[in-house]
């Protein structure tokens, strides 16, 4: 998968994409990412990205044309031929969908993507209205511009493509991951996430300074192991997430565990 990543700044994606996950996918050649600087796509000698709004108000706002023109060079298909080829263009804008890991499998399975960096008081809005197949929001606040997205999507999307996690289980137990298994037999597949917030973690020391890890995970009985797994992310996702638990199948212990978790709240 190819991602492209518009931005006034390119300098800035030196580093974020360069470590773990996101490096070995680019250097095993299942990702790849090239930045473009929308200054190269400028006509004037200041290299100009960026103007005054029209009806007045405040700050600047970056023009349409080096972010037309840069989408231009990649030669993708026309607007409405892109879902079919497996190409999308997002701009990256507090106003847009809340991107989160659904989206993410969906981007995920694209051949190429193209994410627009605002910055200053936005894009012109005909690059969202002509341009932009949708406009995604990284989270309700508002960021100085769009780089920290960009990266923010490249590695959510990046360890969902296949063969870019050491263990392709990994992706199904994480957190929100709908649609993953909750039974199966053995320690590598005790509790699928199923749209849930994720289970605790413990590694070794089994006792640090007297904290102890719980001593079902250290019993070896893989069933007991699967329903403590499962009871705590019930238990977290109730309390961290309760909106989470409308869209995710529960069995009748996670319903009762609720239950009893919302009668002791009361
Ligand atoms: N005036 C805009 C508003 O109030 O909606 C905010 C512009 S913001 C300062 C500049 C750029 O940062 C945006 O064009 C966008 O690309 C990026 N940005 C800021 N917050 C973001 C968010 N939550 N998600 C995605 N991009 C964001």
Known sequence: MKFHILTIFPEFFRGPLDYGIVRRAQEAGLAGIVVHDLR???HDRHRTVDDRPFGGGEGMVLKPEPIFECVDSLGLSPREARARARESVVLLSPQGRLFDQDIALELAGLERLVLICGRYEGVDERVGAFLADRELSIGEYVLS???LGAAIIVDAVTRLLPGALGNEAS?????FT???????????????????????????????RGMKVPDTLISGNHEEIRRWRRREAVQKTARNRPDLLERVALSAEDKQLV?????RDK
């Open 40 to 42: 190269a796509f400028t």
């Open 145 to 147: 511009g769009g780089e």
């Open 171 to 175: 992706a199904q137990q994480e957190s």
């Open 178 to 208: 709908r649609g993953a298994a909750v039974t199966g037999e053995g320690p590598s597949s005790t509790c699928g996430s199923g749209g849930l917030l994720d289970y605790p973690h413990y590694t070794r020391p089994a006792d640090y």
């Open 259 to 263: 239950e009893t978790l919302s009668a």
